[in-house]
């Protein structure tokens, strides 16, 4: 009997007012687009706070083209996995199990590189589910720790990590045409 993906499932979250399910598995190519959209727009709400600039609006074209998006679905050293509810996307995280760490103690870690919920359905367990199911590709692959950055001013995703026991360990910064954002790292040793 062939065994269920555990990054596969269905979970119904009482908080969205009509009990609907939420489904969670591995991203597809035919995902891009969705990712793609819902990734600029969390990004923009993230960066954007006073407002559209030249530079946010390329940067976010950018990262976010569905053709580069596609390409990095399709790469091995990365994984996706994608939260729907009747067929529309809602969330979904980017693992990547390659990335260069910013500090020597994460080099055999898996880096969560985004972690994106679209603001309607923040606050209902989703965001736990994705970064719970980083944690268990992150077991899987045998690596030390989990970790990932977050913009020093999100001060909802800076709360949210800590109380999912993620440690604040250092700071980087998120660079794009000569702006520098401060970024907090976090990481979660794995037992």
């Known amino acids: 009997m062939a065994q269920a993906n ?9 908080n969205l007012g009509e009990s609907a399910a939420i489904n969670f598995r591995p991203a597809t190519i035919a995902d891009a687009l969705s990712i793609s959209v819902l990734a600029m727009q969390v990004f923009l709400d993230t960066y954007a706070t006073d407002g559209m600039r030249a530079d946010l609006a390329r940067e976010a074209l950018g990262i976010y083209d569905t053709n580069v998006l596609s390409k990095t679905i399709a790469s091995v050293p990365t994984s996706f996995i994608v939260a729907d509810r009747n067929t529309h996307l809602v969330g979904f995280t980017e693992l990547a199990h390659t990335a260069d760490a910013p500090l020597s103690i994460l ?5 969560c590189k985004k972690l994106y919920v679209q603001r309607h359905f923040k606050r209902m367990g989703i965001g736990q589910e994705l970064l719970h199911n980083a944690e268990q590709i992150a077991t899987a692959s045998s690596a030390s720790c989990v970790w990932l950055t977050a913009y020093i001013a999100n ?3 800076i709360r949210f990590y800590e109380a999912m026991g993620y440690k ?7 660079c794009f045409e000569g702006v520098a954002y401060e970024n907090i790292i976090f990481a979660k040793i794995l037992a």
């Open 107 to 111: 080099a055999n870690g898996l880096e």
């Open 6 to 14: 555990p990054l596969q499932h269905n979970k119904t979250l009482n």
């Open 168 to 174: 604040d360990i250092g700071r980087t910064d998120y």
């Open 155 to 157: 001060a909802t995703a």
